[in-house]
């Protein structure tokens, strides 16, 4: 049940920590203190409500924390204030707003841009240093490193808890959007472990998705956002098969996609593009390639030439070498495996891809289909040794084996 709490819960019982005591390590030392006297003492007879007994409990290891720091006076007006325990306790009700708080307040402009999103993962998405570092493809000394230094300007700039008003929005949203994206990422294409898939972390980001819409109903890159979410998780039920082996988009039961979702997705996406005027941003379009997935029918009814042209404007608005990448793969669909491999092999020397196993793996795919095995079998293998999570390491090995064994 402890696991699960924190799993579940842990976001939302340290931004109500950190709105209580305004330090980011006290509220995640309290937490962990909290934990470990769940370990002792739920036992047999666990409470009603986990999360708000690590909550009570956690303000009071963070009170005494400081007390021995001489900050006691001080912090117990705030995290002993029963009204603020009240409204958690017993009305949830604005427990949503409290996570995005914390995002806000995460993606102050005071802080550097490449810490905002970091520090949000960490504390609210629930991340580890070392996972945040493989989503962002830095070394892990290097996002420890922007992680304290953001909690520290916090600290120094007595930057407020709060959402700002709506003027200071814009200035955040960007940031606020690519935490909650990361977020959806990270659940739906975990950087490492034994599932590829980590649920909560999906459903966590769509919620902050629908939250933000409602704030900002305006803005068409954050339909466009909670478009994008909406589309690829009505697919998240697929993604696995009952042994937890990965299974392509090609080869998902269609049937069991979540098609009223896909619905709202579509929906909103077209409503975004609308008010974009003509110009999307990397949401709405990334939102709009998953439409054409989510909207294909059998039998490779898929329309890649469309999505081809997609990649190409998204490339010309989000210039990454992962967005090169993805265009490479829909240029193989629309023109064949030749026509992409040079697109491919113009990505070798790029840094950020020489971390992952997507490019060894797209190149395998694409020397396998025109026949070439022996270079395909060895890029499999490459892109094995390099892949994050067990199934994906599972799926390459059986490629390659397969191509070892004359089935490719």
Not at 95 to 119: K, N, S, Y
Not at 315 to 325: M, Q, S, Y
Request: charged letters at 25%.
């Amino acid at each position: 049940m402890l696991e699960a709490a924190l799993r579940e819960e842990r976001g939302l019982v340290l931004a109500s920590l950190i709105k209580s005591c305004g330090d980011f390590d006290l509220a995640e030392d309290a937490l962990q203190e909290a934990a470990v006297e769940a370990l002792r003492h739920w036992g047999e007879r666990p409470p009603d409500r986990p999360a708000a007994w690590l909550l009570t409990t956690a303000r009071r290891k963070a009170i005494d924390r400081a007390r021995r720091e001489v900050r006691g006076s001080e912090l117990s007006a705030a995290a002993g204030d029963p009204a603020v325990e009240e409204t958690y306790l017993e009305d949830p009700g604005p427990v949503a707003d409290e996570r995005l708080r914390l995002i806000f307040t995460c993606c102050h402009p005071a802080i550097a841009p490449d810490a905002r999103v970091a520090l949000t993962l960490r504390t609210l998405g629930g991340l580890t240093t070392p996972e945040i570092a493989r989503a962002f493809l830095v070394p892990e000394a290097t996002m420890a490193q922007r992680i304290v230094r953001a909690k520290r300007k916090i600290a120094a700039a007595h930057i407020p808890y709060r959402v700002p008003p709506a003027e200071q929005l814009p200035e955040r949203l960007a940031s606020v959007l690519a935490v909650i994206y990361l977020i959806f990422n990270e659940g739906y294409s975990a950087s490492a472990g034994d599932s590829v898939v980590r649920h909560e972390l999906c459903n966590e980001a769509v919620r902050l998705g629908e939250v933000l819409a409602a704030l900002v109903p305006d803005e068409p890159e954050v339909r466009g956002l909670l478009a994008l979410l909406l589309l690829h998780d009505a697919r998240r039920a697929t993604r696995l098969d009952r042994r937890g082996d990965l299974v392509l988009l090609p080869d998902q039961d269609r049937s069991q996609w979540d098609h009223k979702q896909i619905a709202r997705g579509v929906a909103l996406v077209e409503d975004s593009l609308v008010a974009s005027g003509g110009r999307p941003g990397p949401y709405a379009l990334q939102a709009a390639i998953a439409a054409l997935h989510a909207e294909s029918g059998e039998g490779g009814a898929t329309d890649w030439r469309q999505i081809a042209l997609l990649y190409g404007e998204l490339l010309r608005v989000l210039p990454t070498p992962i967005v090169a990448l993805n265009r490479a793969v829909a240029v193989s669909m629309a023109d064949g495996p030749a026509a992409a491999l040079g697109l491919v092999e113009a990505l070798a020397g790029d840094e950020v891809l020489a971390r992952t196993y997507l490019l060894p793996a797209t190149r395998a795919d694409l020397l396998r289909r025109l026949g070439r095995t022996a270079e395909a079998a060895e890029a499999y293998q490459r892109a094995f040794e390099l892949a994050p999570t067990a199934p994906e390491r599972a799926f390459l090995e059986r490629r390659r084996d397969a191509l070892l064994r004359g089935e490719g």
